[in-house]
């Protein structure tokens, strides 16, 4: 699938819990959206300068996105998709919100008529063909994708699900077959995470299963230590994704400070990624092993 990039009009907002809020976009720029229908397809959205604004679109180059040369590009972040409704021709997407960022302000304000473009999607879940059980577990940004994987799980699978949110008042519904949901009230920016504690004690089922982790990035490196180097499971029993990065701006701050040819060693560690036979999760372990060893 060729990448895209959509004219979004908001449709509808609904406030699901204190900390999310739910945005329905619809209009003639989505009116066949190009979903995977995979659980956790992410999409990048670009944000309008002013709330009620056109938000400055960028064109694609086929495989990304580039704005021309004498305008300011939109302000852009990634978000995970919650549904698609076909006929109604509409994308729902859960917005975590809290004070202060680009995204959470503007879900805040939310409006119908309100615009922002939204790329084609990616999906990251990959489960076994024969599945026989699963484990997905989230902080509240991993949430809709999450609770949208167990909603399409097919019969005669079965689904645990952890979700770690701030509050209680966090807490929502999720549906699907064959499930059992537990919450934990931590982490989410608020304090430390349960993860390392619940990975570390977590009961793993006889069968083929998948367990699929999307939240913090360094709450998910430990998740990831876990699973591949203590529980050893194969590639493709789990799936570990970072969503978002505590205080990023300072992250962000180290990381341009680092000298030229380190930040190239860096990159150049993703080359031949999608080549044949190449071992993607040793490519990842020597990432986050350069970035940890740099304090990142």
Known sequence: MSFSIHRAVVTAVRTLTPGMVRVTFG??????????????????LFFPPQQDAEPVLPHSTGESWAFEDDVTPSQMRTYTIRAVDRAAGTVD??????????????ALRAAP???????????LYDPPADLEWQILLAD??????????????????????????GHV???????????????VIGGNGHGPSCFDEVV????????????WFAGETSVMRGVRKQLRHVR????????????WTVDVERWVERWNGLDEATRAEIDALWDGWDA??????????????????LGL
């Open 276 to 293: 044949p036979g190449t071992d993607q999760e040793a490519i990842t372990d020597a990432y986050h092993e350069q970035l940890e060893r």
């Open 200 to 211: 570390r004690d977590l009961a793993v089922p006889e069968g083929v299963g998948y367990i």
């Open 27 to 44: 209009g003639d720029g989505i009116a066949d959206y190009p979903t995977t229908g995979i659980g956790d397809e992410y999409v990048r």
């Open 113 to 123: 008529g309100n615009v922002v473009g939204i790329t084609s999607p990616t999906g």
């Open 169 to 183: 008042d966090d807490v929502q519904e999720i549906t699907g077959r064959d499930l059992e949901v537990s919450w």
């Open 140 to 165: 509240a940004t991993g949430l809709p994708a999450a609770a949208r994987i167990a909603e399409q799980t097919p019969d005669g699978v079965r689904t645990r699900i952890v979700i770690e949110v």
């Open 93 to 106: 997407i859960d917005f975590v919100v809290h004070d202060g960022g680009v995204a959470a302000a503007w």
């Open 232 to 243: 050893k499971l194969p590639n493709q029993a789990y799936k570990t994704i970072g969503y």
